[in-house]
T-cell receptor, first 114, second 112 residues
């Protein structure tokens, strides 16, 4: 069965620090990969997605992620975080099939201190 | 707002009662998903509809849970004889048939 691992459960950074959140998935076939963000009191929103092509994908708000197939990884990065990036971040994999359901990781809670 | 709408947003109930949640997907999205999220966990897949057909159910969906999407538009998720372990956020998502899911704000259930 497909699974997604997020290694950092809780990250605390100061504003302007760089961010990297790890995500590894287990699935040997073609995958579509996503990062969703959930700001306090809000719904899950898509941050960025990878379907195919350039393994470095850029999303909203200055976030980017790199798909490394050999490492089964899809890490999220941002060079300089802001206080408004405080949120929970979820990595997800869609292994296709008839349903296109997403399998989520357990999430990383990011707190950015001003 | 033309996003996914869920109600009620919060429901507090006593153990043993039945509860029903409603999801209105984005118009013309033929795919609809229900997920459950508990504290410290990511969303877990419960069930999937394509139009009015329920095509997949997770093993998490016990026989006390039932979901419908009668006309291929809105969907309901009913939990019968609620237990404290059912306390969670129930999320609905819809998709136009592609690979991206659009989520609602969720319905939080607290079972006392």
């Amino acid at each position: 069965a497909q699974s997604v691992s997020q290694h950092n459960h809780h990250v605390i950074l100061s504003e302007a620090a760089s961010l990297e959140l790890g995500c590894n998935y287990s699935y040997g076939g073609t995958v579509n990969l996503f990062w969703y963000v959930q700001y306090p009191g809000q719904h899950l929103q898509l941050l960025l997605k990878y379907f195919s092509g350039d393994p470095l994908v850029k999303g909203i708000k200055g976030f980017e992620a790199e798909f490394i197939k050999s490492k089964f990884s899809f890490n999220l990065r941002k060079p300089s975080v802001q206080w408004s990036d405080t949120a929970e971040y979820f990595c997800a994999v869609n292994a296709g099939g008839a349903t296109n359901k997403l399998i989520f990781g357990t999430g990383t809670l990011l707190a950015v201190q001003p | 707002d033309t996003g996914v709408s869920q109600n009620p947003r919060h429901k507090i109930t006593k153990r043993g009662q039945n509860v029903t949640f409603r999801c209105d997907p984005i118009s013309e999205h033929n795919r609809l998903y229900w997920y459950r999220q508990t504290l410290g966990q990511g969303p877990e897949f419960l069930t999937y509809f394509q139009n009015e057909a329920q095509l997949e159910k997770s093993r998490l969906l016990s026989d006390r849970f039932s979901a419908e999407r009668p006309k291929g538009s809105f969907s309901t998720l009913e939990i019968q004889r609620t237990e404290q372990g059912d306390s969670a956020m129930y999320l609905c998502a819809s998709s136009p048939g592609g690979r991206e899911l659009f989520f609602g704000e969720g319905s939080r259930l607290t079972v006392l």
